[in-house]
């Protein structure tokens, strides 16, 4: 995740200028100074928008004519309400800590003395010093599904107490929309994004994707219909929305497209299933339209083989495949399940031996087993030996978790239905 930094300075914008020139060369940083309004009272809602887009902060504290410029203090006490305090960097420039107000002594800061340096080395200075102690703003979207019990109550709190900037607050949100549809949270997430207002463009898109994907799913809930089906062209017409923030953050700018796109595909193709004679001849535009951006989602993963892109890779593949059963491609079709379920198998595999968590172990266990039903259903290539297995899984699955959530009964039924159809004939493996 590339950071966003915020300089404050007092008294040198120069050398402030000069330090974020270093910075930006150093490493691939956003690095926003600070305005030069030194009378200003108070902090202005440009100044206080700048900062929360940021992650982090460097203060260069310096007088201006033996006084702390005003809007230096102001900005200091509010980045130290805001910011976690590893990503607070204080450099005392010319100064001691004893000449600090009192309620900011204390606070750890870099000594910095401009005798018989150009302004030139004093920024070299407090660059390598910056570098040095700098921590790398990485979010393990993996280790989330673990911790959503702490991060649902960081989400909840973000708009009264908040731990996090808006933007790494949004990262955490979008990397987590899975570990809320685990946790049966959905509902809860879209409450608490409403109250999350910002003016930063990435933080409104992550909004615009989350709450997209959110809408999918509780339409899932209730039976297709031509009001289902407006409301999934609404979904649609919003994730459309074109956007490009790789130069500000790469990373979260690839998961909005993957997400946006692959639930612009879910969107599309549950619409091809309504059934209504008036529809028909709009139902082939549609898959395709769905198969489009779903291969779109998964070009943007490319061949990155984390758990994370592999999660997701593993929704994907199935969607693709279930497009290509509809346009009767058997040979993609299968192929596309196929790649699902070795990536399923795979993230069942980590989650299972790294995981301690009930809930979330016996969801990709689900979806494992869901997916490996789906290509029995598809292919009608019935495996017998792995039918008694899965029942059995799903036995012990009832019997461990003790409760029927929306993704057992899903396949339960899938299960009773592949049952059914091999009874009724079917190629046995």
């Known amino acids: 995740m590339r950071a966003n930094i915020f300089i404050v300075w007092g008294g040198n914008k120069e050398l402030a200028d000069t330090v974020s ?50 809007n230096l203090m102001f900005e200091w006490g509010y980045i130290i309400a805001n910011f976690k305090s590893k990503n607070v960097h ?46 790398e703003q990485n979010i393990d979207k993996i280790s989330v599904f673990e911790e959503w019990a702490s991060i649902r109550h960081e989400i909840k709190n973000h708009s009264v107490n908040p731990s996090y900037t808006d933007r790494e607050m949004a990262a955490i949100i979008l990397y987590t929309l899975q570990a809320a549809y685990c946790y049966n949270d959905l509902h809860n997430l879209k409450n608490w994004l409403i109250n999350i207002d910002s003016d930063d463009p990435i933080v409104d898109m992550v909004h615009t994707v989350v709450m997209g994907a959110i809408d999918y799913y509780i339409s899932k809930e209730k039976p297709l219909s031509q009001n289902r089906v407006s409301e999934l062209q609404e979904i649609i017409y919003r994730l459309e929305d074109d956007f490009d923030f790789s130069k500000e953050d790469s990373e ?17 193709n549950r619409i091809s299933n309504i059934d209504d004679e008036d529809f028909n001849e709009y139902k082939k535009d549609f898959v395709e339209a769905a198969l489009d951006n779903l291969l779109k989602a998964l070009s ?48 069942w595999k980590y989650f299972k031996s790294n995981i301690n968590d009930a809930v979330i172990k016996n969801n990709f266990s689900l979806e494992y087993i869901l997916i490996q039903l789906e290509i029995m259903k598809y292919t009608k290539q019935f495996n017998i030996i792995k039918l008694k297995t899965i029942e059995q899984q799903m036995k012990e699955f009832y019997r461990e978790f ?28």
């Open 21 to 70: 020139q270093k910075i930006k060369a150093k490493k691939e940083f956003n690095v926003q100074v600070g305005g030069d309004t030194p009378n200003q009272l108070f902090i202005g809602e440009q100044i206080i928008s700048q900062i929360k887009k940021a992650s982090v902060a460097i203060l260069l504290v310096q007088k201006d004519s033996d006084i702390f410029r005003p």
């Open 90 to 135: 204080v450099f005392l420039i010319d100064m001691e800590d004893r000449d600090l107000p009192s309620d900011l002594k204390g606070a750890w800061a870099q000594q910095i003395s401009t005798k018989d340096k150009t302004v030139e080395e004093t920024a070299d200075e407090i660059t390598e010093t910056f570098i040095k102690n700098y921590h």
């Open 252 to 268: 979260l700018d690839k998961w909005l497209h993957i997400i946006a796109h692959n639930f612009i595909g879910l969107c599309s």
């Open 300 to 347: 943007y993963i490319g061949d990155d083989s984390e758990i994370y892109s592999c999660m997701w890779k593993g929704y994907i593949y199935r969607n693709v495949a279930i497009c290509y059963a509809k346009m009767q491609d058997t040979e993609n079709m299968t192929e596309s399940f196929k790649k699902a379920e070795t990536a399923r198998k795979k993230v």
């Open 402 to 429: 003790q409760q029927q959530n929306m993704l057992y009964l899903i396949v339960d039924e899938l299960l009773a239905s592949v049952r059914e159809m091999q009874k009724n004939g079917g190629n046995l493996q």
